[in-house]
């Protein structure tokens, strides 16, 4: 085997599915809001049905560092992980449950960091004591991108396990850290590397580059109810398009491009300004719109048939087996991956299978099933029935058409249930408005 590929793996917070160009989504006033994506996805592989492992933050990346389903660890069942669990010894991923970057780590790669953990606090937790060798980036939910400080008013941008104070726009430290990493690994080339780029953006407040004296305003409150707007939003996507430009161009000059994966996506779906068009619902919600998001990958050497875009389903937690299998390493035997491996689709253009996800949600009562065309959804006590494939909008309800198929997919939804933790008592639903602030739909 030739070299084994370095990795990056971005995501992006609360970005919606059709907020980028080559998902469809709308021109900004200033032009294309995601070029360098899109360019992304058009020499790479573009998935149609890819989703996260939760609506919200935290569970899905609980379920993105283990490969495993986030429910079974006590601190995804927060909805998300508020600043309640600062001081937490459970509220948190376990240094002791391996890792994404842990299981590459072991098998020889440099890994970092750079941008947002939320899973925990350190001294109980932190990305330092789950297998990265170094962590720039913010640890809470939400922090301004001038201030650095989260909701509660503490500053939170860290390195390693220090906070440290740095000026300058989040997003263009994200990227500009990025490609210090990168230049420093280039030094080493025959050692792979593995770099997390976890991004803010587009998750509020919503502050452009040019948005610096808002910070002041809102520091109050940077939930930010009373601002924003679809200009600052498109905006703020762009410099995050624009930051992964300038982690491409440091891949080009120093001779990685071609042997590096790089992944892209959402941790959930897309919030308030987002456009998730033709998806009903939004973060939080089991609908489409809070679970299905924009999945692209982009690896010259590795990627049959570029250009192409696949229907094969996944979630989160399989890009966590396909990047650990990627780089020569495997499930610990105690902590068995649920996730499963889509190496077969990146490297052979005709590879697709089978491939049954589950959800559940505290908020609302929530539970889906996805498999083959078919969606069993339950919000508040009331069972639905979709076929997705004709209907990604979820309106055409077909429950009573098809109550067979309907109470079978329910029988297997439970089967899965059965199979994970319950939902703990005491577990948390933290929603950052309500219809008091905005009319809802
Ligand atoms: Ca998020």
């Known amino acids: 085997m030739a070299q084994r590929p370095n990795i ?120 330092l004591r789950s297998g990265y060798d170094e962590f ?114 440091a891949l080009k000059k120093s001779g990685q491009l071609d042997n590096t994966l790089i992944v892209f996506t959402s941790d959930n779906g897309g919030e308030r300004f987002s456009d998730n068009w033709p998806l009903v619902g939004g973060k939080m919600d089991l609908t489409e719109g809070g679970i299905r998001v924009p999945w692209i990958a982009h690896w010259p050497q590795g990627i049959a048939q570029p250009g192409r875009t696949t229907a094969q389903h996944c979630m989160t937690m399989d890009w966590s087996a396909t990047l650990v299998e990627l780089g020569g390493g495997q499930a610990h035997a105690d902590y068995p991956f649920d996730g499963v491996s889509l190496l077969p689709v990146l490297t052979s253009s005709d590879a697709c299978f089978e491939r049954p996800m589950y959800w559940r949600m505290n908020h609302r009562s929530q539970r889906a099933l996805r498999a083959g065309d078919w969606k069993y959804l339950r919000v508040d006590g009331n069972d639905y029935l979709f076929n997705i494939a004709q209907d990604a909008r979820e309106r055409a309800n077909l429950a009573k058409q098809e109550p067979t198929r309907l109470a079978n997919m329910k029988a297997q939804w439970e089967t899965w249930q059965a199979s994970m933790p319950p939902i703990p008592e005491d577990a948390t639903i933290s929603l950052g408005f309500s219809v008091k602030d905005m009319p809802q739909r």
Request: charged content about 20%; proline content about 7%; glycine content about 10%.
């Open 8 to 127: 990056i793996f971005i995501v992006a917070d609360d970005l919606g599915f059709a907020d980028l160009g080559c998902y469809g989504g709308r021109d900004a006033q200033f032009g294309k809001v995601s070029p360098v994506i899109d360019g992304l996805a058009a020499n790479g592989l573009k998935f149609s049905d890819g989703y996260s492992n939760s609506p919200v933050c935290s569970p899905t990346r609980f379920g993105l560092m283990t490969a495993r389903y986030q429910y079974r660890l006590r601190g995804a069942a927060e909805e998300p992980i508020n600043s309640k669990a600062k001081t937490s010894t459970t509220l948190g991923l376990p240094p002791s449950h391996p890792t994404l970057p842990s299981l590459l780590k072991e098998q020889g790669y440099r890994t970092a960091l750079i941008g947002k953990w939320h899973l925990g606090y350190p001294p109980a937790f932190g990305p």
């Open 136 to 249: 720039f980036g913010p640890m809470a939910g939400g922090v301004d991108y001038f201030t650095h400080c989260a909701s509660t008013g503490d500053h939170d941008l860290w390195v390693g396990e220090e906070t440290q104070p740095h000026e300058g726009y989040l997003t263009d430290l994200i990227s500009r850290k990025s490609v210090d990493f990168i230049e420093r690994m280039s030094a080493s080339p025959d050692q792979p590397f593995f770099l997390s780029m976890h991004y803010t953006a587009p998750h509020w407040p919503w502050e452009t580059r040019e948005d610096h004296a808002l910070a002041q305003d809102i520091k109050d409150n940077i939930f930010h109810l009373q601002g924003g707007n679809i200009h600052t939003y498109h905006r703020m996507i762009h410099h995050m398009d624009e930051g992964i430009g300038w982690v491409v161009d």
